[in-house]
């Protein structure tokens, strides 16, 4: 059963850039028709796809926040990390790392990580 955890710095200073890294244990972000997300919560607010990478290595992001972010793969640690340029309190959020289920469509987000809270201040 895949695993996925989510790390990286809990406080990040406005207009800096905001960069998360998702472990995946008990699969391979290479294997054909899994697509790799982030998903962010703000605070009173629902989820909101950020982007994926696709098992082919192709990232494709939220038209929203596509200026500002970048989603990569390190094949060799089985990671795949998040970049946030420019960020603002607005960015302030649980950041999830996911997967589709199974032979699903990409937006079936069968598997998840338990989040880790990013608050954007100085």
């Known amino acids: 059963q895949v695993q996925l955890h989510e790390s990286g710095p809990g406080l990040v200073k406005p207009s800096q850039t905001l960069s998360l890294t998702c472990t995946v244990s008990?699969?391979?972000?290479?294997?054909?028709?899994?697509?790799w997300s982030w998903i962010r919560q703000p605070p009173g607010k629902g989820l909101e796809w950020i982007g994926y990478?696709?098992?082919?290595?192709?990232?494709y992001y939220s038209p929203s926040l596509k200026s500002r972010t970048s989603i990569s793969r390190d094949t060799s640690k089985n990671q795949f990390t998040l970049q946030l340029s420019s960020v603002t309190a607005e960015d302030t959020a649980v950041y999830y790392c996911?997967?589709?289920?199974?032979?699903?469509?990409?937006?079936?987000?069968?598997?998840w990580g338990q989040g880790t809270q990013v608050t954007v201040s100085s």
């Open positions: 996911a997967r589709n289920s199974d032979g699903s469509s990409w937006y079936n987000f069968g598997s």
């Open positions: 990478i696709a098992y082919s290595g192709r990232p």
């Open positions: 008990g699969g391979s972000t290479t294997t054909n028709y899994y697509w």
